[in-house]
């Protein structure tokens, strides 16, 4: 059983919908981060959010950390075919190790 | 060049064969973690080690071996390769501050056949 779980697990849009991810799980982490990821390459680190309830944009991206740190969301405005990847949250525990989720596979369709 | 790079980058053994998959940084990290990716489970810990003396198991470590031959150093080894071993295999370094941020080879792709 993973640690965290993400859904859902595929997704496929048109180029300018808006989209969620979600990335839950029973544990508190110290923080949770997301990273993308694409084909042939390691994941990437796109943010990092600390507190709970806490809310960071990155242009047309806003990750949420929920209040009790356990969960968190992506959301992606007017999405482009650029962002296309697989998404991954990954929550630190105590000693910096990261455990990651189970990934969403985000396809935008031009 | 590639602040982790990972060594092969594709690889098909044999079941039973041993295996090494390296992995070197050149970004002065003391701490180096192994994962494998699946589709559908993301990414799983296998070992992690937080200075060179420091070895400890993750989450599937069961059928792997690690050596920490130095700091920039973190190999990986399959004593004994099966089947469902074959994955994609990532090696990652992180600092130890108090938010941290990994950072990611580009993977070995491993199949056993």
């Known amino acids: 059983t993973q640690l965290l779980e993400q859904s859902p697990q595929f997704l496929s849009i048109q180029e300018g919908e808006n989209l969620t991810v979600y990335c839950n799980s029973s544990?508190?982490?110290?923080?949770l981060q997301w990273y993308r990821q694409e084909p042939g390459e390691g994941p990437v680190l796109l943010v990092t959010?600390?507190?709970?309830?806490e809310v960071k944009k990155l242009k047309r991206l806003t990750f949420q950390f929920g209040d009790a740190r356990k969960d968190s969301s992506l959301h992606i405005t007017a999405a482009q075919t650029g962002d296309t990847g697989l998404y991954l949250c990954?929550?630190?525990?105590?000693?910096?190790?990261?455990?990651f989720g189970t990934g969403t596979s985000l396809t935008v369709i031009p | 060049d590639a602040d982790v790079t990972q060594t092969p980058r594709n690889r098909i053994t044999k079941t039973g064969k041993r295996i090494m998959l390296e992995c070197s940084q050149t970004?002065?990290?003391?701490?180096m973690y192994w994962y494998r990716q699946d589709p559908g489970l993301g990414l799983r810990l296998i070992y992690y080690?937080?200075?060179?003396?420091?070895?400890n198991k993750g989450e599937i470590s069961d059928g792997y071996s690690v050596s920490r031959q130095a700091q920039a150093k973190f190999s990986l080894s399959l004593e004994s390769a099966i089947p469902n071993q074959t994955a994609l295999y990532f090696c990652?370094?992180?600092?130890?501050?108090?938010?941290?941020?990994?950072?990611f080879g580009q993977g070995t792709r491993l199949t056993v056949v």
């Open positions: 544990s508190v982490f110290s923080s």
């Open positions: 080690s937080f200075d060179v003396k420091d070895i």
């Open positions: 990652a370094t992180s600092d130890s501050g108090l938010v941290t941020e990994a950072f």
């Open positions: 990954a929550g630190e525990r105590s000693g910096n190790q990261f455990y």
């Open positions: 959010v600390v507190t709970g309830g």
């Open positions: 970004k002065g990290h003391d701490r």
